[in-house]
């Protein structure tokens, strides 16, 4: 069983910074890619950011150059660093992890960008 815990979501201002945590557990082996997905009310889940076992990337238009992914292997762990945070940035976060024998999701953290 895989499980995959977030933390690190919270209410900022405009131009504020957070930083997002995901742990994976469980029965992991073979990993593909480690990332996050936001939901935002009455619209689509969205790729924000994911990073893959060779260290390549891949961001949102709108993520890019405010956030950061990166990865400790060695934890099982994936960072998002959001800098200048916008309000379009709320959202509901969702880590996701890509196994060979499946995908994973997070329950959720909230981020909510006052303006």
């Known amino acids: 069983q895989v499980r995959l815990v977030e933390s690190g979501g919270g209410l900022v201002q405009a131009g504020g910074s957070l930083r997002l945590s995901c742990v994976a557990s469980?029965?992991?082996?073979?990993?593909?890619?480690m990332g996050w997905y936001r939901q935002a009310p009455g619209k689509q889940r969205e790729l924000v950011a994911k990073?893959?076992?060779?260290?390549?990337?891949n961001y949102a238009d709108s993520a890019k150059g405010r956030f950061t992914i990166s990865r400790d292997n060695a934890k099982n762990t994936v960072y998002l660093q959001m800098n200048s945070l916008k309000p379009d940035d709320t959202a509901v976060y969702y880590c996701?992890?890509?196994?060979?024998?499946?995908?994973?999701w997070g329950q959720g953290t909230q981020v909510t960008v006052s303006s």
């Open positions: 996701n992890l890509l196994l060979l024998t499946g995908v994973y």
């Open positions: 990073i893959r076992t060779d260290s390549s990337t």
């Open positions: 469980g029965s992991i082996s073979s990993i593909s890619s």
